[in-house]
């Protein structure tokens, strides 16, 4: 559903959009306002996600480490299943494992995301309603946990607990792939618009509002909203809330360590050559970043 070819994120991290006025007006009476037609899962793909890009990475890495593409992907969190629907139609023999507590989420997903998969593609994807720290499923090549949705773990010992219910769920030589946000911007009281343009011929362009509304820094837990504004201004307010953990890459490298992964990388995004603010999709395994303000990254575990 064309996503950047970039790692996508939630504030546009390495991307300085700035405030943008929003274009054109039209009526506002209730019921023909953008914001009261739109479905705010069909703009969280467009705004939020890059599902190509994800599992390009997940395939070069696990190929890098392992000689050969994996073929049994669990995605926890999954949400709509965009993500593993996307691994599933990448090659006939790869199948997905969806988990999600969310039974209304995944019926979404299940109508909007599986069905557009061929006849044979439905039979190599399973959506299960489960709490990702309780399911069972069958050992994995690859567990992946995107836009920092296990941010959700409130402690080291939930933190750990479930890398390790992640760990028991891999094949012996699989492999966890999470993301990570962080940087000196992502504590701060902050909201950041960026424009997107949809292409799929339907869904007209508008503004991804990302809120970082509250922040503790004696807890490091924040909150975090999702808002959509519309070209005749109508806006559709909290289409998602989080309340998270700001983890830092030292803690969670350590606590998957201490859950029983032999390793825990840091894949680093490298710097546009154009344009030193922005990133150039390439990321790679390294122990040095840079102080970049809001940064995403990927975190690989291996079993
Ligand atoms: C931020 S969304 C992530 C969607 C998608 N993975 C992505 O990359 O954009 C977080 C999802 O986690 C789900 N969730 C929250 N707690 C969960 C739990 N304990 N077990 C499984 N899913 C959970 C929510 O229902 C929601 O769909």
Redesign the pocket.
């Known amino acids: 559903m064309g996503q950047s070819e970039t790692k996508s994120s939630r504030k546009g991290a390495k991307k300085r959009s700035g405030n943008r006025p929003s274009r054109g007006s039209a009526s506002k009476k209730k019921g023909n306002r953008l914001a009261d037609t739109l479905d705010r899962h069909v703009l969280?793909q467009f705004a939020?996600?890059g599902v190509e890009a994800e599992i390009d990475f997940i395939d070069e890495t696990y190929h890098t480490l392992r000689g050969t593409f994996p073929k049994l992907l669990r995605?926890?969190?999954?949400?709509?299943a965009?993500?593993a629907c996307e691994f599933v139609n990448r090659r006939p023999d790869n199948r997905a494992i969806g988990?999600?507590?969310?039974g209304p989420?995944l019926d979404w997903g299940r109508e909007n995301n599986v069905s557009q998969l061929t006849s044979d593609g439905v039979k190599r994807i399973e959506l299960l309603q489960?709490?990702?720290?309780t399911v069972k499923t069958e050992p994995a090549d690859v567990i992946m946990?995107?836009?920092?949705?296990y941010f959700?773990w409130r402690t080291r010992d939930e933190l750990r607990n479930y890398f390790k219910q992640v760990r028991s769920a891999l094949k012996d030589d699989g492999i966890v792939v999470l993301d990570c946000y962080g940087g000196s911007e992502s504590y701060q009281e902050i909201t950041d618009t960026k424009e997107v343009e949809p292409d799929d011929g339907i869904t007209p362009d508008f503004d991804y509002i990302w809120e970082q509304e509250k922040y503790n820094p004696i807890t490091g837990e924040m909150r975090c909203r999702i808002h959509f504004k519309f070209a005749d201004k109508s806006k559709m307010k909290d289409a998602?809330i989080?309340e998270w953990r700001m983890w830092t890459l030292p803690e969670l490298r350590e606590v998957l360590i201490e859950a029983g992964f032999k390793s825990a990388t840091v894949y680093w995004e490298g710097t546009d050559e154009d344009d030193p603010e922005e990133g150039n999709g390439e990321f790679t395994p390294t122990l040095e970043g840079d102080a970049d303000p809001a940064w995403v990254c990927y975190l690989v575990a291996e079993k």
């Open positions: 969280y939020v996600q995605e926890d969190f999954c949400g709509t965009h993500t988990v999600d507590i969310d989420t489960h709490d990702v720290m946990a995107m836009n920092f949705s959700l998602f989080y």
